[in-house]
T-cell receptor, first 114, second 112 residues
Framework: AQTVTQSQPEMSVQEAETVTLSCTYD???????LFWYKQPPSRQMILVIR??????QNATENRFSVNFQKAAKSFSLKISDSQLGDTAMYFC???????????FGQGTRLTINP | EAGVAQSPRYKIIEKRQSVAFWCNPI?????LYWYQQILGQGPKLLIQ????????DSQLPKDRFSAERLKGVDSTLKIQPAKLEDSAVYLC??????????FGPGTRLTVL
């Protein structure tokens, strides 16, 4: 079975600081994809960043980057120069080739303080 | 490009009543998903459609939940009869085949 674990229920940092959210996953699949989604209070799930497992290079999207450690089955999200608008629930998610459905972790509530 | 539309945004019902949610995916998206998100948890897939056929409904409580996707476009998710534990946000998402999923704003259901 595929599982995703986020061990940090809540995190809080000051604006402009860097914060790292942790995620581990378990799968026997070889071809899979990992995602970080942001869910603000509006409930709209927004894709932050995506990583293909076959790619060794870590994905980056502006202030967002990941540290993908395939052997350790770890996929952490780093947010640099955090902004008030980054305040949201963050979900790590996984899918494997052929399945398409997303398996989500429990989420980390991130608060950026002014 | 219009996003995934869902209605209603909020619904409050009493237990044992029935309720239906509607989803209109992004035009041209063949795959449609319904997820259930219980408060404090990540979303869990209830059912996945490819056009108007069911791909995965392994976690759909079929004794009370049903879903259909007529003509491979809009979809409705129904609960009958509702239980207290069905209180959750119901998220609809759509994608091109094997593509990125786009989510709707969700319907928050409260069962009293």
């Amino acid at each position: 079975a595929q599982t995703v674990t986020q061990s940090q229920p809540e995190m809080s940092v000051q604006e402009a600081e860097t914060v790292t959210l942790s995620c581990t996953y378990d799968t026997s699949e070889n071809n899979y994809y990992l995602f970080w989604y942001k869910q603000p209070p509006s409930r709209q799930m927004i894709l932050v960043i995506r990583q293909e497992a076959y790619k060794q290079q870590n994905a980056t999207e502006n202030r967002f980057s990941v540290n993908f450690q395939k052997a350790a089955k770890s996929f952490s999200l780093k947010i640099s120069d955090s902004q008030l608008g980054d305040t949201a629930m963050y979900f790590c998610a996984f899918t494997f080739q052929g399945a398409q459905k997303l398996v989500f972790g429990q989420g980390t509530r991130l608060t950026i303080n002014p | 490009e219009a996003g995934v539309a869902q209605s209603p945004r909020y619904k409050i019902i009493e237990k044992r009543q029935s309720v239906a949610f509607w989803c209109n995916p992004i035009s041209g998206h063949a795959t449609l998903y319904w997820y259930q998100q219980i408060l404090g948890q990540g979303p869990k897939l209830l059912i996945q459609f490819q056009n108007n056929g069911v791909v995965d409904d392994s976690q759909l409580p079929k004794d009370r939940f049903s879903a259909e996707r007529l003509k491979g476009v809009d979809s409705t998710l129904k609960i009958q009869p509702a239980k207290l534990e069905d209180s959750a946000v119901y998220l609809c998402a759509s994608s091109l085949e094997r593509g990125r999923q786009f989510f709707g704003p969700g319907t928050r259901l409260t069962v009293l």
